[in-house]
């Protein structure tokens, strides 16, 4: 019984944050005429607004995100295209990363090096995760294929990690920079702000659900791993 109530607990913190950002984006995103302009038109306006005309905006399939190297804002094709309390509101928080880059913001800066250094970490572990057979095969060393195995799963670990310590830097972008934008410029509807409050929430927590789901895949991997 114990057991089943601690799988029953994990799969709750796994699958839950995950469900509820993917809820309450969908629940605002109808209909998809309730502002004036698009959330590329709005996001274009606030960057320009911001003083920020050289950041680029684009529609793409990889998610809502700024890229800070390109210095782009891009938008999922339903945010992008649709003029919903959803599509203007994740355009605001995007925006507000394209600001913090702006405006130095350190978090930002460090989040950035770290996914750089973590994406070429998580390849290396991959690539040493598959070669420990060999290692066990060839060396006939159990220490080398151990060594592997340790150094490929913290690798997969790291990438953990990132998404919880820059949960912060998302706060702040949905928070001290998107909510301020979007009701002291008048760009909410009165009604909305509750709403929008939530969706910037799950915005800033999809990094946290995207960890759990990191969970899952350390667990995976843990599973098909264990002699």
Known sequence: MHILLGIILLLGVVVLPG??????????????DRYPGTGGQLARHLLDRSGLESVGVEQTEQGDHYDPESRVVRLSPGNYGSASLTAVTVAAHEVGHAIQHADGYQPLIARTRMVKSVQKFQKLGMLLIALMPVALIAL???????????????????????????LPTELDASFRRALPILTQGGYLKQEDRGAARKILTAAAFTYVAASMMGLVNFWWWLRILRP
Do not use: D, E, F
């Open 140 to 166: 006939k060393i159990p220490s080398a294929g151990l060594t592997l195995l340790l150094v490929g799963l913290a690798a997969l670990a790291s990438g953990i990690l990132v998404h919880l310590v820059t």
């Open 19 to 32: 469900w509820w950002v993917q809820r309450v984006m969908k629940r605002y995103s109808q209909p998809t």
